[in-house]
């Protein structure tokens, strides 16, 4: 084609001969770049959950496992804004406007947050040789736990650093009373500006922050 091309503008000494040839390596471009793109397979979409849960060491003592008899209590279903009721993974890029809450296009969560919390509530208390309790279950003096979720999401405070965020609000009642009520905004460093590196560090953030409700509810045993 090229030597077709070639000899036609020698011949014609045109601008016609020029806009041919300017036309063919366009065409040939265009079929290149689409052979490529055919033959580059779209990335696959990756999966996260919290991951297993880190061994406790025989030596550790807290008060979770000091008094893991105690540790009984209802936790109501978790509320959520309409943002995180799905399985996207969110992220915000505060260098650019921490206003817009993203999604990332291949990576997202196994379940909605708020499964995702209640699941890790159920393992970490078992772990620790405590009982999650449904409503029909305990006794009218447990504590039941309330939480409502504001923030999960992993933010960028630059194109190489980012960290968990992990906002909202705990109320613990008992016998119909509130007892305890407050607010709570986790952050934790990614050790990684990617999509596994944000779900490891909100799994940390997640982990603190039921080791923190777990010791207030042992408090009012």
């Known amino acids: 084609m090229f030597s077709i091309l070639s000899a036609d503008f020698s011949k014609n000494g045109s601008s016609r001969g020029l806009k041919r040839l300017l036309s063919g390596l366009l065409t ?45 209590f209802v936790l109501a279903d978790i509320q959520t804004t309409a943002a995180l009721d799905s399985q996207a993974m969110l992220y915000r890029l505060q260098y650019e406007n921490a206003q817009q809450l993203k999604a990332y296009a291949y990576a997202r969560w196994s379940m909605p947050p708020a499964q995702l919390i209640q699941q ?40 190489s650093s980012s960290h968990a965020q992990l906002n909202g609000r705990a109320l613990i009642s008992k016998g119909g009373k509130v007892l305890r009520h407050r607010q709570f905004q986790i952050q934790l460093p990614a050790r990684q500006a990617d999509a596994a590196g944000g779900a490891t560090a909100l799994q940390l953030a997640v982990d603190q922050l039921i080791a923190e409700l777990q010791q207030e509810i042992l408090q009012l045993h």
Do not use: H
């Open 120 to 159: 890790r509530f159920k393992q970490q208390t078992s772990a620790a040789g405590g009982l999650v309790l449904q409503r029909n279950q305990a006794a009218p003096d447990t504590p039941v736990l309330q939480l409502e979720l504001d923030e999960f999401s992993q933010v960028f405070s630059s194109a």
């Open 28 to 72: 040939l471009l265009a079929i290149a770049s689409m052979s490529a793109c055919s033959s580059n397979p779209a990335p696959l979409k990756q999966q996260y959950d919290l991951g297993p849960l880190a061994a406790i060491p025989a030596t550790a003592v807290t008060p979770v496992t000091s008094a893991p008899a105690g540790l009984r």
